[in-house]
C-alpha cells in the first residue's frame, strides 16, 4: 500500500476484473479546481468506500462520473469496461466524454446512485411505486402494468413490510429508514453494475443505519454489483468495505486494503480521520447534592389526536409521546437520554425546557414551571439549549453580537451596549473564538463560519447568560468526525471550569460514552433502562440497549 495520491491500487483485484479505471479526474468550478486528480480502480464486484470529511471532494467526484455535477468542468478519464453486449473494441467506454444520449442509457441502468437524504432526492408529487416503474419502462421498456408489479417485489426485496401498500404511499407517508429502501429499489431496479452510495445511513438512526447496511451487502452479494460507499463513518468502512480510499481537499492521499490503512495508515490525514473517535475526559461523577438542578417524577407528556370513524366526531384520542419518566442531574453531571426518532427524546428535552405542557413532577432547581412568561423568565435564565444543526439555529441575517448577546437583552436589560459587547466578546473566547482569529468579529455573520465554528457561536449564546445547565439536542450529529471531537472536548471543559449541567440528547452510543456520567435509554416514550453510563453501555441488561450498543460499535 502506497500513501501517494497517485498509487495504483491493482494490488487488490478480484477475479472478475476491472469494472472502472478513474485517471486524473479534475473538477472545476468557475475556474476553481475542486478535485485534482484522482486515480482509483473499482473491480467488478468490489466494495470501495471513500472516505473523507464534508468538502474533501468525495460527491462531486462521484457525481463527475456521471456528469450530474451542475456547471462543472470535468477532465481526466473514467472508462467503464463493456458489459459483453458489443463489439470486439467497443467494449471500455469512456464516461467522460460520452454522448449524452448514450450516457442516460449508463445512468440507472448499468450505475446507479443512491443519495443521501432520500426526502429531496424522491419526487414528493408521485407514489413511490411510480417513480421505481419509471426507471424500469426507461430502460427496460417494460409494460407499466409489468412495472407497477416489479416495483412492488423491489419493494419486497428491500424488506419493506407491506410492499403493495407502500408502493402506493408517497414519500412523506414513509419513515425515513422505509424512504432510503425505497431509494435502494429504485437504483437497484435495472440490477446495474455499479452502485454509487452517497452517505446512504447519515439522516437514519443507529440501529436502522445497521439495517441498510445488512440489506446493501446482501444485495450487493445477490446481484454481484461492485459499490463505490461515500461516507465519513469510519465505522461504517469498516464493516462494510473491502478497500477504502481517504480524500482531502480534493486529492487522494492514501488508498489500499481497509485493515491496512485502518491497521497502519502511512498519511496524517488518515491518522487524524481514526484518532478522531470521541473521548471520555470527565471529571469524576458528583456526589448527589440535596437539591437536584434538574428533577423529574412520573413525568407525562401526550397530544391530543384525532381517533377514526365517528368517534373522532366528539372526543380527541391522546398519543403519549413520554410516559412515567423519572430522572435526576446534579451539578456539574451529565444525563444522556439516548434512543432512535420518535422515542420520545426531544419531547422530554422541550418539557424540560418548559416548552410543553406535562404531567407530573418536573423541577428546575426546586422550583416548577409555572407557564406563565413573567414568573418563568428566571428559571429560562438557569437552562438554555443548543440545538442540532447551527446553520439552522443561528439567524442569517443578525450579527455576531445581535446573536451572542441576544439573551442579555432579555435576562440582563440593564447593561448597556458596550457592557454587552464586553460579555458577548468573553463568551466568544470562552469557546475559542477570539478577534485575533477573526478580525471584527461581533460584526460577521454566520455563513461567514465553518460548521463547527457556529456551533461555538450557538453555545456563546448559550452561556453568555450564566445558565446552570444546557440542554444539548444533537450537539454535534451535524458535524464532521474530527469537529465533533473538537466540539465535544470543548463542552467536557466548560463543564470541568464552570460546574455546569448536561441534559444530552443523542442517538449516537459513542457521544454518549464520551460525556454522560448518567444515562436513560428510551422508546415509544419510555425509559427502558437507565443508571450509570458506562456500566449501561458496557453491560447493557434491556434487549433494546443491547441492540443500539451493538449496532453502534458494529
Not at 466578546?425 to 482569529?437: M, W, Y
Not at 450537539?475 to 471531537?485: F, N, Y
Not at 425509559?527 to 443491547?546: C, F, K, M, W
Amino acid at each position: 500500500m502506497s500513501a501517494a495520491g497517485s498509487a495504483r491500487p491493482e494490488d487488490s483485484r478480484r477475479d472478475g476484473g476491472m469494472l472502472l479505471s478513474v485517471r486524473d479526474l479534475r473538477v472545476a468550478f468557475n475556474g476553481k479546481t475542486v478535485v485534482h486528480g484522482v486515480d482509483f480502480d473499482i473491480a467488478q464486484g468490489e466494495k470501495l468506500a471513500l472516505v473523507g470529511e464534508s468538502g474533501s471532494g468525495k460527491t462531486v467526484t462521484a457525481l463527475s462520473l456521471l456528469r450530474l455535477a451542475l456547471n462543472a468542468e470535468v477532465s481526466g478519464s473514467a472508462r467503464l469496461a463493456g458489459n459483453g453486449e458489443g463489439r470486439q473494441g467497443q467494449d471500455a467506454r469512456e464516461l467522460l466524454s460520452l454522448p449524452e444520449r448514450a450516457l442516460r442509457g449508463v445512468r440507472g441502468k448499468e450505475i446507479a446512485m443512491i443519495f443521501q437524504e432520500p426526502m429531496t432526492a424522491l419526487n414528493a408529487l408521485y407514489t413511490v411505486g411510480d417513480q421505481i416503474s419509471e426507471v424500469l419502462e426507461l430502460h427496460e421498456a417494460m409494460p407499466r402494468r409489468a412495472a407497477q408489479d416489479a416495483a412492488v417485489q423491489l419493494l419486497a426485496d428491500t424488506g419493506i413490510p407491506e410492499p403493495q401498500r407502500r408502493a402506493a404511499a408517497f414519500p412523506h407517508q414513509l419513515s425515513g429508514g422505509q424512504r432510503q429502501r425505497a431509494m435502494i429499489a429504485m437504483a437497484l431496479a435495472c440490477k446495474p453494475r455499479l452502485l454509487l452510495a452517497d452517505e446512504p445511513t447519515t439522516a437514519l438512526d443507529v440501529t436502522v443505519r445497521a439495517q441498510i447496511l445488512e440489506l446493501l451487502a446482501d444485495l450487493q452479494r445477490r446481484y454481484g454489483m461492485a459499490v463505490l460507499l461515500i461516507t465519513h463513518d469510519l465505522n461504517l468502512v469498516h464493516r462494510f468495505a473491502d478497500r477504502v480510499a481517504v480524500m482531502e481537499n480534493g486529492r487522494i492521499v492514501e488508498q489500499g486494503a481497509v485493515a491496512s490503512v485502518f491497521g497502519d495508515p502511512q498519511h496524517a490525514y488518515t491518522r487524524k480521520l481514526i484518532d478522531s473517535r470521541p473521548t471520555r475526559e470527565l471529571s469524576a461523577a458528583p456526589a448527589a447534592p440535596a437539591e437536584a438542578v434538574l428533577e423529574a417524577r412520573a413525568l407525562r407528556v401526550s397530544y391530543p389526536v384525532s381517533r377514526p370513524g365517528p368517534a373522532g366526531w366528539f372526543r380527541k384520542g391522546e398519543f403519549v409521546a413520554v410516559q412515567g419518566a423519572d430522572f435526576r442531574i446534579g451539578p456539574g453531571e451529565t444525563l444522556g437520554v439516548v434512543g432512535e426518532s420518535g422515542s420520545g427524546k426531544s419531547t422530554l428535552a422541550l418539557a424540560a425546557l418548559g416548552l410543553l405542557p406535562h404531567g407530573g413532577t418536573l423541577g428546575v432547581a426546586g422550583q416548577r414551571w409555572s407557564e406563565s412568561g413573567a414568573v418563568d423568565r428566571s428559571l429560562r435564565r438557569q437552562m438554555q439549549v443548543v440545538f442540532q444543526d447551527p446553520f439552522s439555529s443561528l439567524s442569517p441575517r443578525m450579527t455576531v453580537e445581535q446573536i451572542v448577546g441576544e439573551g442579555l437583552t432579555v435576562h440582563a436589560p440593564e447593561l448597556d451596549r458596550a457592557a454587552r459587547r464586553t460579555k458577548a466578546l468573553a463568551a466568544l473566547a470562552d469557546v475559542g473564538l477570539t478577534e485575533a482569529q477573526f478580525p471584527a468579529l461581533l460584526d460577521r455573520y454566520p455563513h461567514e463560519f465553518s460548521g463547527g465554528q457556529r456551533q461555538r457561536l450557538a453555545i456563546a449564546r448559550a452561556l453568555i447568560v450564566d445558565p446552570r445547565l444546557l440542554v444539548l439536542d444533537e450537539p454535534t450529529s451535524a458535524l464532521d468526525v474530527t469537529i465533533q471531537k473538537q466540539v465535544l472536548g470543548l463542552l467536557q471543559r466548560l463543564q470541568r471550569e464552570r460546574g455546569l449541567s448536561y441534559l444530552l440528547i443523542t442517538h449516537d452510543v459513542e457521544v454518549i460514552h464520551a460525556m454522560a456520567h448518567q444515562v436513560i435509554v428510551m422508546k415509544d416514550g419510555a425509559i427502558l433502562e437507565s443508571g450509570e453510563a458506562l456500566r449501561v453501555l458496557d453491560a447493557p441488561e434491556h434487549p433494546y440497549t443491547q441492540t443500539l450498543v451493538a449496532a453502534a460499535v458494529g
